[in-house]
């Protein structure tokens, strides 16, 4: 199976990366955390009026009838930019979520016109994180309810928090929202790939500026092992995010196990930023731990999706369940 990207997928990373760049993410990242959200509200806006908001929503909704494809194509752009909020709470899971329970087509319109939402599905997601300014949903049971913060608690992630949340109006019973989980946990796969190929881009640039003992620290064997290894994960990894893509776009044979796919993906995209941020860190030393320097975003940020929509170990545990 070919998992190379076409032209309008590349277009379309271009496009998202170029209105991310424009932004100046980081400072509008740092604001969000002290709590100014007006920086990426604008960005988030630009991006619906693209048509990125609303990529798993369908045309009569107001979306772009796209795919998962499409989809970890833009999310991963997002997590290169180190983009804070609830992306794939508000880009993946409740698109699926609120077409699988078949609620008003209401929900979906304000979701391709950019409304930020979140959710909390237990067990992969039992807290809704970001909250604030975002639309909260919880599924329990099987029903799908609009949702009250009961406690919020900060995470790792300075631009990001982590809430109790308790069933309100219910909207929807009866929902399976496994496939909402699993685009939960691709989203987050994507988001992580782009931190990952971010913290590798940072580091690459410092090895090749920082001098010792008269060269670039970069030209020195041990340098370029750890960030070789860096890249060869990135690049193992992203194929299996492609592919778990293409499985929820029905583009797999039908004995394919697509939730195992989606588990193979979140495990290695994990894994792979993980290694980003432990090498860019070895790299570039004490500079990596100041919070002052972009690094430290993009490696908070990475800590604090390892877990997301299902830890690593949890999916391990899924794809031995059912090999």
Same mark, same amino acid.
């Given at each position: 199976m070919d998992f190379q990207l076409s032209d309008i997928h590349t277009d379309l990373a271009s496009t998202v990366d170029a209105m991310l760049g424009k932004a100046d993410m980081p400072a509008a990242a740092r604001a969000w955390a002290a709590g100014d959200r007006t920086a990426v509200a604008k960005v988030y806006s630009q991006l619906a009026d693209a048509g990125i908001s609303g990529l798993l929503?369908?045309?009569?909704?107001?979306?772009?009838?796209?795919?998962?494809?499409?989809?970890?194509?833009?999310?991963?752009?997002?997590?290169?930019?180190?983009?804070?909020?609830?992306?794939?709470?508000?880009?993946?899971?409740?698109?699926?979520?609120?077409?699988?329970?078949?609620?008003?087509?209401?929900?979906?319109?304000?979701?391709?016109?950019g409304r930020l939402a979140t959710c909390a599905i237990a067990p992969l997601q039992p807290m809704a994180p970001d909250v604030a300014s975002? &639309?909260?949903? /919880?599924?329990? !049971?099987?029903?799908? #309810?609009?949702?009250?913060?009961?406690?919020?608690? =900060?995470?790792? +992630?300075?631009?990001?928090?982590?809430?109790?949340?308790?069933?309100?109006?219910?909207?929807?019973?009866?929902?399976?929202?496994?496939?909402?989980?699993?685009?939960?946990?691709?989203?987050?796969?994507?988001?992580l790939l782009g931190l990952g190929q971010a913290m590798l881009t940072i580091a690459a640039q410092y090895a090749q500026s920082r001098k010792q003992f008269g060269k670039p620290i970069g030209s020195f064997q041990a340098v370029k092992h750890h960030l070789a290894d860096v890249a060869i994960a990135i690049e193992m990894a992203r194929p299996l995010v492609h592919a778990a893509?293409?499985?929820? &776009?029905?583009? /797999?044979?039908? !004995?394919?196990?697509? #939730?195992?796919?989606?588990?193979?993906?979140?495990? =290695?995209?994990? +894994?792979?930023?993980?290694?980003?941020?432990r090498r860019s860190l070895q790299v570039m030393g004490a500079i990596g731990y100041t919070a002052e320097h972009d690094i430290s975003l993009y490696i908070t940020k990475t800590r604090a999706l390892l877990s997301a929509w299902g830890a690593p170990a949890v999916h391990r545990q899924h794809i031995l369940e059912t090999l």
């Open positions: 929503i369908d045309e009569s909704h107001g979306g772009s009838s796209a795919g998962a494809v499409e989809m970890v194509v833009a999310v991963e752009q997002l997590g290169r930019h180190c983009a804070p909020g609830p992306i794939a709470e508000s880009v993946a899971v409740l698109p699926v979520l609120f077409r699988d329970a078949d609620v008003s087509g209401r929900y979906l319109s304000e979701l391709a016109e975002a &639309d909260v949903y /919880v599924v329990v !049971d099987g029903v799908l #309810s609009t949702a009250s913060v009961e406690g919020t608690e =900060a995470s790792v +992630d300075p631009t990001r928090t982590l809430s109790r949340v308790a069933p309100d109006k219910q909207l929807a019973s009866g929902v399976d929202a496994s496939d909402a989980a699993d685009a939960g946990a691709l989203a987050t796969a994507a988001q893509a293409l499985g929820i &776009d029905g583009q /797999v044979p039908e !004995d394919t196990d697509v #939730s195992r796919d989606v588990s193979a993906a979140k495990v =290695a995209a994990a +894994d792979a930023a993980h290694l980003s941020a």
